[in-house]
């Protein structure tokens, strides 16, 4: 049989969900996704393909003992329902394979053991639950490369420190008060890139500081955050600011590295000269709905060496 036809024929399989789920043949995605799902549909035999699986949005209190074990599941979506715990064995037959499961806005307040035994969990996000308690022999501790977490009122996870290969941070809805002096100790050598949002700072919390090695921050919807230090950041090449109480502009004086700089919704209206290397590398500049009348001088005096703004410099 020719390769093409076996292509077609691949296609053609039915889908391993019932209705009212449906299939999408490319990418290989099994959609029960708001639906009005109050258990999870039974699944048939998948084949050999790598399904991923997107039961969100439901009314879904849990995952069943076995429920994927006809499929092999890659990534797993269980968002925006009310589980609050899921069978040890659901993903059996997966453990190996899962790289990304999506476990926001539930009513979780533990990890469960079923994502404890993940060994190739790359991606993690696990906001907006009741409280999340990470257990101490997490198998992907040393995989897991992009994780969300925060939850209003919820300290910093202990445990989180196993995390010592994430490379990509967002902390939303946790209060700054709750972050310790050493919360990103062990990630301070891989994190590329840190997003603080709703996290209503008043100023840029002394733990992010050990983040040498960061290159992307954005911090959105802390309302009160007045001041903003990035003095230890010299990898930095982008800082993304929008919806504070910013007047002045975060001094980066000691960002050499820097290359695009966004704030937006913000009061700001002065930009003083010493705020800039000498020899920056601002090529990309953003100021979106905030309180200049005119464009900076410092932006025309000191981007680029101290040459006029070129073409590639952009004010909004």
């Not at 891989?190 to 949002?197: A, G, N, P, R």
């Amino acid at each position: 049989m020719e390769l093409t036809t076996l292509i077609d024929v691949a296609a053609r399989l039915p889908c391993p969900a019932p209705p009212p789920c449906t299939c999408a043949s490319e990418g290989d995605i099994i959609d029960c996704s708001d639906k009005g799902l109050t258990d999870v549909p039974g699944i048939s035999d998948g084949g050999q393909r790598l399904w991923t699986v997107d039961i969100s949005h439901n009314q879904l209190t849990t995952i069943p003992k076995r429920a994927f074990e006809n499929i092999t599941v890659v990534s797993l979506n269980m968002s925006h329902n009310q589980m609050s715990t899921l069978s040890m064995d659901c993903l059996v037959g997966s453990n190996d394979v899962v790289t990304s499961v999506h476990m926001e806005s539930n009513q979780f307040w533990y990890l469960p053991n079923a994502i404890d035994d993940l060994t190739n969990l790359q991606t993690l996000t696990m906001q907006d639950n009741t409280f999340i308690i990470l257990g101490t022999s997490m198998s992907f501790a040393s995989t897991l490369q992009y994780l969300t977490i925060g939850s209003e009122n919820m300290p910093w996870p202990k445990y989180i420190d196993q995390f010592n290969a994430v490379t990509d941070l967002t902390v939303t809805g946790l209060p700054c008060s709750s972050l310790p002096f050493d919360a990103f100790f062990n990630m301070a050598d891989k994190m590329k890139t840190l997003v603080l949002q709703n996290n209503e700072c008043d100023v840029m919390p002394e733990s992010v500081q050990v983040l040498t090695n960061l290159e992307h921050l954005s911090v959105i919807g802390n309302h009160h955050l007045s001041s903003l230090d990035t003095h230890n950041l010299t990898s930095l090449t982008s800082l993304h600011v929008e919806n504070s109480s910013l007047t002045i502009m975060p001094n980066i004086s000691r960002g050499p590295n820097l290359q695009s700089l966004y704030i937006t919704s913000s009061p700001v209206r002065s930009w003083e000269l010493d705020a800039l290397p000498y020899h920056s590398k601002l090529r990309n500049i953003t100021l979106d709905h905030t309180d200049f009348d005119h464009v900076p001088s410092a932006s025309s005096s000191s981007i680029n060496g101290g040459k006029p703004v070129d073409e590639e410099h952009k004010y909004i």
